[in-house]
C-alpha cells in the first residue's frame, strides 16, 4: 500500500478509513479524504501500536493495521471480474457480483438497495450507490462499473478485511 498523508483521498484513504473504522474507530464514516477525524485515528492507532504518532500512514502502520488480519479477511480468492457493469444491466451473474462485493463495504451493507441484485437487475438503488462508492474512492461516478472500479472495490474490501463471512 503507498503512503497516505493528511489531504489525500481516493481509494487507499477510503480503505483506510473503513479498516481503522472496523478496528474500533466507529467515527470514521469512509468518506475517501483524509481530514481530521482521520488523523486523530490514525495517530490513536499509531500510539496504540508503539508507531510514532505522525499521521503518516506508512509501511509500519500498513502493516500494523492489515499485516495482523488472517489471510481469510484479505483476500479476494476469486479475483477482480473481467467483465464490465452499464446501468441497466440485466446479467444476474454479474449483478449479483457487484451486489455481493458492495454489501461488504461499509455504509452500504445493511441498506436495502440488494432487491435489484438479488434479481440480476442493475436497478437504480444500486447504481445510487456505486455511483457514491466512485466518489468516495476518486474515480468519475459514472455508475459504469469497469476495471478501476473492481479494483477500488477490491482493496477497500481487503484492507477492511470484509472478505471473510
Same mark, same amino acid.
Given at each position: 500500500?503507498?503512503?497516505?498523508?493528511?489531504?489525500?483521498?481516493?481509494?487507499?484513504?477510503?480503505?483506510?478509513?473503513?479498516?481503522?473504522?472496523?478496528?474500533?474507530?466507529?467515527?470514521?464514516?469512509?468518506?475517501?479524504?483524509?481530514?481530521?477525524?482521520?488523523?486523530?485515528?490514525?495517530?490513536?492507532?499509531?500510539?496504540?501500536?508503539?508507531?510514532?504518532?505522525?499521521?503518516?500512514?506508512?509501511?509500519?502502520?500498513?502493516?500494523?493495521?492489515?499485516?495482523?488480519?488472517?489471510?481469510?479477511?484479505?483476500? =479476494?480468492?476469486?479475483?477482480?471480474?473481467?467483465?464490465?457493469?452499464?446501468?441497466?444491466?440485466? =446479467?444476474?451473474?454479474?449483478?449479483?457480483?457487484?451486489?455481493?462485493?458492495?454489501?461488504?463495504?461499509?455504509?452500504?451493507?445493511?441498506?436495502?438497495?440488494?432487491?435489484?441484485?438479488?434479481?440480476?437487475?442493475?436497478?437504480?438503488?444500486?447504481?445510487?450507490?456505486?455511483?457514491?462508492?466512485?466518489?468516495?474512492?476518486?474515480?468519475?461516478?459514472?455508475?459504469?462499473?469497469?476495471?478501476?472500479?473492481?479494483?477500488?472495490?477490491?482493496?477497500?474490501?481487503?484492507?477492511?478485511?470484509?472478505?471473510?463471512?
Amino acid at each position: 500500500m503507498p503512503q497516505v498523508n493528511r489531504g489525500d483521498s481516493g481509494r487507499h484513504v477510503l480503505a483506510l478509513q473503513l479498516r481503522l473504522r472496523n478496528a474500533g474507530y466507529e467515527y470514521l464514516r469512509g468518506t475517501g479524504y483524509y481530514g481530521s477525524n482521520t488523523l486523530r485515528a490514525v495517530q490513536s492507532f499509531q500510539r496504540g501500536h508503539g508507531i510514532r504518532a505522525s499521521g503518516i500512514v506508512g509501511s509500519k502502520t500498513w502493516h500494523a493495521l492489515v499485516g495482523s488480519l488472517p489471510k481469510i479477511a484479505t483476500t =479476494n480468492f476469486m479475483g477482480e471480474p473481467a467483465f464490465g457493469i452499464q446501468p441497466g444491466e440485466r =446479467n444476474e451473474y454479474e449483478v449479483r457480483v457487484l451486489g455481493g462485493m458492495l454489501m461488504r463495504v461499509h455504509p452500504y451493507y445493511g441498506q436495502d438497495i440488494f432487491g435489484g441484485a438479488a434479481r440480476g437487475v442493475y436497478d437504480a438503488p444500486l447504481q445510487k450507490a456505486v455511483r457514491d462508492f466512485q466518489r468516495r474512492a476518486g474515480i468519475r461516478a459514472s455508475g459504469i462499473v469497469g476495471p478501476k472500479t473492481w479494483a477500488a472495490l477490491d482493496e477497500v474490501i481487503s484492507v477492511s478485511g470484509s472478505w471473510g463471512c
